[in-house]
C-alpha cells in the first residue's frame, strides 16, 4: 500500500513529463525525462510500448552501471519490474506503452549504493482532428510511426516527436521537420543515429504530417494553441 501511495503522489507531483533539458544542464540522449539523484547520478527514463528503458549516468555525463527494478502504477494497476542491463541500458517488460499515463519509482543500486527516482507520464491526448492532419495522421501511420512511434512518444529507433525541441519557434520548426519528412536528418543531438530518408511519402504529404504533428503537440500541453495552424498549402505556408 505505500508503494501505491507514493505512486499516487508522484503522479500528482509531476503530472506530465517533464522536459529533457528542463534546468539546461540535464540533457536526455533518448529522448527521455530525466532527474538528478543526491548523489548527483543522472537518471535518463522512458516509456515504450512493451516496457521501460533508464539510463544512469555520472555528472560528466559518462555511464555507470546499476541494478534493479522499477514499481510501476498504470491503468489502475501496480507492476513490479526488475530491470535487465543491456549495454549502457536498463530494460524492463511491462504491459504498458507509450500513450499510457504511467507513474514510475526506479529503486537502484550504483556503487553498491541505493539509488531512488521517481517520474509520471501522462496519458496521450489525440484531438478531434482536421482533414488535413487526419490525411497526416494515416500518412505518420504508415510511414513515420514504426520509427518515431504510434504516439509521437519515440521508440528505441527515433526520438519522441511531442517534444519541446521540436515545438513551433524552437530550433527544429517546421523546416527541420519537412526537410526531415523528405531528406532524412543527420544526428546531431540525439543518441540514434542519422534518419535515413522516409520511403513512402507522396509529394506533398509531408505538410499533412507536420500539421498532425502540431495538432498532438498542442493536444499535449507543447506549443499551445495560440498561433497553432490549422492546415498548410501546397505551397508550404500555413494557413489559419
Same mark, same amino acid.
Given at each position: 500500500m505505500k508503494t501505491f501511495a507514493a505512486l499516487a503522489v508522484t503522479a500528482a507531483l509531476l503530472g506530465g513529463s517533464l522536459p529533457a533539458a528542463a534546468d539546461g544542464v540535464l540533457t536526455a540522449s533518448y529522448g527521455g525525462q530525466m532527474t538528478e539523484t543526491a548523489d548527483g547520478w543522472r537518471i535518463e527514463f522512458v516509456v515504450r510500448d512493451g516496457g521501460i528503458r533508464a539510463w544512469v549516468r555520472d555528472h560528466g555525463g559518462k555511464p555507470v552501471a546499476a541494478t534493479g527494478k522499477a514499481s510501476l502504477l498504470a491503468g489502475g494497476v *501496480?507492476?513490479?519490474?526488475?530491470? *535487465?542491463?543491456?549495454?549502457?541500458?536498463?530494460?524492463?517488460?511491462?504491459?504498458?506503452?507509450?500513450?499510457?499515463?504511467?507513474?514510475? &519509482?526506479? $529503486?537502484?543500486?550504483?556503487?553498491?549504493?541505493?539509488?531512488?527516482?521517481?517520474f509520471a507520464q501522462e496519458a496521450l491526448t489525440t484531438p478531434q482532428l482536421s482533414t488535413?492532419?487526419?490525411?497526416? *495522421?494515416?500518412?505518420?501511420?504508415?510511414?513515420?510511426? $514504426?520509427?518515431?512511434?504510434?504516439?509521437?512518444?519515440?521508440?528505441?529507433?527515433?526520438?519522441?516527436?511531442?517534444?519541446?525541441?521540436?515545438?513551433?519557434?524552437?530550433?527544429?520548426?517546421?523546416? &527541420? &521537420?519537412? $526537410?526531415?519528412?523528405?531528406?532524412?536528418?543527420?544526428?546531431?543531438?540525439?543518441?540514434?543515429g542519422d534518419m535515413p530518408k522516409p520511403e513512402g511519402l507522396k509529394p506533398g504529404q509531408e505538410k499533412d504530417v507536420l500539421v498532425y504533428i502540431r495538432a498532438m503537440q498542442a493536444a499535449n500541453g507543447l506549443g499551445g494553441s495560440a498561433g497553432m495552424p490549422t492546415s498548410m498549402d501546397h505551397s508550404g505556408h500555413m494557413k489559419h
Amino acid at each position: 500500500m505505500k508503494t501505491f501511495a507514493a505512486l499516487a503522489v508522484t503522479a500528482a507531483l509531476l503530472g506530465g513529463s517533464l522536459p529533457a533539458a528542463a534546468d539546461g544542464v540535464l540533457t536526455a540522449s533518448y529522448g527521455g525525462q530525466m532527474t538528478e539523484t543526491a548523489d548527483g547520478w543522472r537518471i535518463e527514463f522512458v516509456v515504450r510500448d512493451g516496457g521501460i528503458r533508464a539510463w544512469v549516468r555520472d555528472h560528466g555525463g559518462k555511464p555507470v552501471a546499476a541494478t534493479g527494478k522499477a514499481s510501476l502504477l498504470a491503468g489502475g494497476v *501496480k507492476l513490479d519490474v526488475p530491470l *535487465k542491463t543491456d549495454g549502457e541500458m536498463l530494460t524492463g517488460t511491462a504491459a504498458v506503452t507509450s500513450a499510457d499515463k504511467v507513474a514510475a &519509482i526506479l $529503486s537502484l543500486s550504483v556503487n553498491g549504493k541505493p539509488v531512488s527516482a521517481r517520474f509520471a507520464q501522462e496519458a496521450l491526448t489525440t484531438p478531434q482532428l482536421s482533414t488535413q492532419a487526419s490525411a497526416g *495522421k494515416a500518412a505518420f501511420d504508415q510511414v513515420c510511426a $514504426s520509427c518515431h512511434g504510434q504516439s509521437l512518444r519515440g521508440s528505441d529507433a527515433a526520438p519522441p516527436l511531442l517534444h519541446p525541441f521540436y515545438v513551433p519557434g524552437s530550433g527544429h520548426g517546421d523546416d &527541420i &521537420i519537412l $526537410s526531415a519528412a523528405t531528406k532524412g536528418a543527420k544526428a546531431h543531438h540525439w543518441k540514434f543515429g542519422d534518419m535515413p530518408k522516409p520511403e513512402g511519402l507522396k509529394p506533398g504529404q509531408e505538410k499533412d504530417v507536420l500539421v498532425y504533428i502540431r495538432a498532438m503537440q498542442a493536444a499535449n500541453g507543447l506549443g499551445g494553441s495560440a498561433g497553432m495552424p490549422t492546415s498548410m498549402d501546397h505551397s508550404g505556408h500555413m494557413k489559419h
